[in-house]
């Protein structure tokens, strides 16, 4: 493979591949969770009014979200902290999720969240190194 003039490789290696699948399925696992709590919302809280609050219930983590755990976020959180809060909205909506007669669909996303997460951390170590 041969050389640009800032030294890196042309091309896409293997990790940068990698890297891209795990981005994407983290993409995929968050838009999961937005749909996750809505369904939690509107089951909770039946009809129209329901569809009202699963809108904003969606909005508003998609804000906490953006503000602390995106890549672009206003307020940086350490490492320990952003896995937290990720636990919180992760497992709390799978919980939720099953506890109200979604249990495949609740575990499911929780366990995929987890296999997720150490992904990537071993791509973040990996990286470091």
């Known amino acids: 493979m041969s050389a640009r003039p800032d030294g890196k490789p042309d091309g896409l290696d293997a990790r940068t591949v990698l890297r891209g699948v ?30 009202v609050a699963a809108a904003v219930s969606v909005v508003a983590v998609a804000t906490l979200w953006g503000l602390l755990l ?22 709390g909506t799978g919980i939720a999720l099953a506890v109200l007669g979604m249990p495949v669909v609740g575990l499911t996303g929780v366990g995929v969240w987890a296999l997720h997460r150490v992904a990537l951390a071993l791509l973040e170590q990996r990286r470091d190194h």
């Open 70 to 91: 995106s890549p672009k976020a206003k307020v940086v959180l350490p490492a320990w902290g952003r896995l937290a809060l990720e636990a919180v909205l992760f497992v």
């Open 22 to 51: 795990v981005l994407t399925v983290r993409f995929v696992l968050e838009l999961a969770m937005l749909a996750g709590v809505a369904t939690v919302v509107t089951r909770l809280l039946p009809g129209a009014w329901g569809w």
